[in-house]
């Protein structure tokens, strides 16, 4: 049973930057990829950054520049960088993970959630 468990939000000032982490506890099957999602209230839950095969790296348009998804082998930890955030960054983070062809459409495996909050 695999288990991803994530840390790291908090409030932060417009400007400012924070660091993401989502501990993979257990194996994930090597058919799978691991993405960060964040979700408002009364939104649907948007995928902005996919760590996908051989190092593909995809990020939705609102955060390219500014986030950066990355993953240490060793540790088997996914992180998400965030920099320059602005209140629209404002929501709960989520990592995650599935087939990787099922990207963006995510549903297998979720962590807890952290919230990110900008002002």
């Known amino acids: 049973h695999v288990q991803l468990v994530e840390s790291g939000g908090g409030s932060v000032q417009t400007g400012g930057a924070l660091r993401l982490s989502c501990e993979v506890l257990?194996?994930?099957?090597?058919?799978?990829?691991m993405a960060w999602f964040r979700q408002t209230p009364g939104h649907e839950r948007e995928g902005i950054a996919h760590l996908g095969r051989a190092g593909l790296i995809t990020y939705v348009d609102s955060v390219k520049g500014r986030f950066t998804i990355s993953h240490d082998v060793a540790k088997n930890i996914l992180y998400l960088d965030m920099k320059n955030l602005k209140p629209d960054d404002t929501a709960m983070y989520y990592c995650?993970?599935?087939?990787?062809?099922?990207?963006?459409?995510?549903?297998?495996?979720w962590g807890q959630g952290t919230q990110v909050t900008v002002s």
């Open positions: 257990g194996n994930l099957y090597n058919t799978y990829c």
């Open positions: 995650a993970a599935d087939r990787c062809t099922y990207w963006p459409n995510y549903n297998r495996l």
